[in-house]
């Protein structure tokens, strides 16, 4: 059974993502580290396939992420290679994004989320050796990417490939995943887990507010105090998240929308950038200023309702990679079998069987004016005494009737 505590943390980040990269605020990056969120999330739930089927629970994780992709680059590719994208080996990469696919000049940033499919897809290929690690030395492997993040940032090893430096800020996030769905942070101690959790935020946000980069105070470009920051969040966020939140689905608006969001999450992280990017010139041309309010919230809309109309049209893919039934817009109440079976119409009497019924009644009267009675007659009569029947309790026909429903 699903937790709609979670789901509504990933639709949360969701709705993060896209609306920080509309108004680009760096406020939100701190308020709700939602990348972090996301890759924790998505690792909780590695482990679990793990547990379930093995190793093949990696080709299985695979299936479902690359569909959306091929997707998405049956669109654009084409389209980056009429203006101006070489066509060389490297677009094979659009295949299996291992590393960087190639871009043109626009592509590059209506694109640039392909970044979190390229971290997933090193993860999910790493998690069976890191589970492993992970239930026998638990705190030594969870250290390790911080520590070497710790290294690359400190200028120890300022010439580390992507990769590493990708690990060291992400892949803690989802070993924070792995410990989540072997119940260890359900196991911590308020005592120790909240001042853990209040260390590592201030360690982050004293590294923040001493590092800024190129954009203030925004995550993005800090990445020590974005792992140590959103590690915190994680311990509080998902460290103590409820078994269950049975109050998302009583709003029902609320819980559709949770729904959908998360049965579509990997079709809007792939395309919303594309209509930021292809939005942004209106803002000149009707006059708005970048930061004007009103400019702002109505490119948000636009951006989701763009978002909506891709997800309508191939946002199914999702569905069909996950081998369910595809869906236009999930999250539809299904009836149970037995609510079809009473909905489903009665089947029609044969012909002649009215006739049989009241020919049947007919010869029922006949039987009772010759002295024998009908069944309902039998009831109504006084009964005999008779030696060998046990009587009824008293009272046992009225707790029958209240069992029954009936009077």
């Keep these: 059974m699903r937790n709609r505590y979670l789901d509504l943390l990933r639709f949360l980040a969701i709705v993060r993502v896209v609306v920080y990269h509309v108004v680009g605020s760096a406020a939100l990056t701190l308020i709700f580290p939602a990348m972090s969120v996301m890759f924790a999330l998505a690792g ?6 793990l547990d379930r089927t093995g190793v093949p629970a990696v080709a299985r994780r695979l299936r479902r992420l ?7 680059a049956a669109v654009f590719v084409p389209a980056m290679l009429l203006t101006g994208l070489p066509f060389t080996p490297k677009v094979l990469l659009w295949l299996f994004p291992v590393s960087d696919p190639p ?3 626009w592509g590059a940033l209506a694109l640039s989320p392909i970044w979190y499919l390229r971290d997933y897809l090193w993860f999910v290929l790493a998690s069976p050796l890191a589970l492993w690690l992970f239930r026998r030395a638990p705190l030594p492997t ?5 520590a070497l993040l710790v290294v690359i940032e400190l200028g120890v090893y300022p010439d580390a490939p992507v990769v590493l430096r990708e690990f060291g800020l992400y892949f803690g996030a989802w070993l924070l995943g792995f410990a989540h769905h072997d119940g260890m942070l359900r196991r911590l101690r308020n005592g120790v887990l909240l001042p853990a959790a209040l260390a590592l935020g201030a360690a982050g946000l004293a590294w923040i507010f001493t590092h800024p980069g190129s954009r203030g105070y925004d995550l993005n470009d800090i990445h020590l105090g974005n792992a140590l ?23 029902p608006l609320l819980g559709r929308a ?29 006059g708005w200023t970048p930061r004007d309010p009103l400019g702002l919230a109505i490119r948000v809309v636009l951006v989701f309702v763009l978002v909506g109309v891709v997800t309508l049209l191939v946002g199914w893919v999702e569905d069909v990679a996950a081998r369910r039934t595809p869906e236009l817009v999930p999250g539809r109440p299904r009836r149970t079998v037995a609510e079809r079976a009473a909905a489903a119409p009665a089947s029609p009497a044969p012909v002649g069987a009215e006739a049989e019924l009241v020919g049947a009644g007919t010869r029922t009267d006949r039987r009772a004016g010759s002295g024998v009675l009908t069944a309902g007659e ?21 707790r029958a009737d209240a069992e029954t429903g009936t009077r």
């Design 103 to 105: 871009a043109n000049y």
């Design 66 to 72: 690359l569909p959306s992709l091929w997707v998405l």
């Design 258 to 286: 949770v729904t959908v969001l998360n049965r579509r999450a990997l079709t809007v992280y792939l395309w919303h950038m594309s209509f930021v990017v292809a939005l942004t010139p209106l803002v000149g041309l009707v």
């Design 229 to 251: 920051w959103s590690a915190a969040f994680i311990l509080v966020a998902i460290g103590r998240a409820p078994a269950e939140a049975p109050w998302v689905d009583r709003i």
């Design 44 to 49: 909780s739930l590695m482990a679990a396939s």
């Design 142 to 146: 969870l250290l390790a990417p911080y």
């Design 378 to 398: 039998r009831a109504d009569r006084p009964a005999r005494s008779d030696p060998g029947r046990v009587p009824a309790p008293r009272g046992a026909a009225e």
